[in-house]
């Protein structure tokens, strides 16, 4: 585990992880943050996975709409597969984004098994296969489809590091995930 500038970290280092998680400082458009979301981070992060790794990237709500499904276009373009993962009860404030080389397959039934064989319910009752259920996950087709009509996040154009243009037009913040499952319903 480190916790130090995720960008700067992987810039200098040649290792190969298994699993690649972001966290930055919530809201999305806290200074600096961008670094995280951008398409070339993103493709930095990929670079550094091991054959079968993940990338899980947690962005936070609220947010706008538009700045999600521009991280999440970033995603698509960058890993043969991806899926959004968030909670239709707004019980956690964000939406989980992954991607790797390699399908992505969630079974709900061995998050509640793991927990138990670890002792983990106890402290974490909501640990369970209701966590992953259905209504819970985007899959790859429906997360391309809804973010490919946004722009993707850029170090040349960082979108989400200027909220003050949607804030004139009056978008509406998205408090909760149901944006992003209800973009996985509609998928085929």
């Known amino acids: ?3 130090n500038d995720g960008r700067n970290a992987l810039l200098t280092t040649r290792e190969r992880y298994d699993v690649i998680v972001i966290d930055g400082t919530p809201p999305i458009f806290s200074a600096g943050t ?8 993103v493709e930095l992060a990929k670079s ?4 079968d790794g993940i990338v899980a990237l947690w962005v936070p709500l609220p947010c706008f709409e538009s700045e999600f499904w521009m991280i999440a276009r970033n ?7 991806t899926m959004a993962w968030g909670q239709p009860r707004n019980s956690i404030d964000g939406v989980l984004l992954l991607g790797s080389s390699s399908p992505l397959a969630i079974d709900p039934k061995l998050i509640t098994r793991r927990a138990q064989e670890r002792k983990l319910l106890a402290a974490n009752p909501w640990l369970n296969e209701q966590l992953a259920g ?5 899959p790859d087709a429906a997360l391309r489809s809804a973010a490919a009509r946004y722009p993707s996040v850029t170090d040349d154009r960082p979108y989400t590091e200027f909220p003050l243009p949607r804030y004139l ?5 998205q408090e909760g995930s149901q944006f992003v499952l209800a973009a996985g319903s509609t998928s085929p």
């Open 75 to 81: 995603f698509t373009e960058t890993f043969p597969q």
């Open 169 to 173: 037009r009056r978008e509406r913040l």
């Open 134 to 138: 259905e209504g819970s996950l985007v």
């Open 48 to 51: 550094r996975l091991t054959p």
């Open 34 to 41: 961008v670094n995280l979301y951008s398409r070339e981070f």
């Open 1 to 3: 585990v480190r916790v």
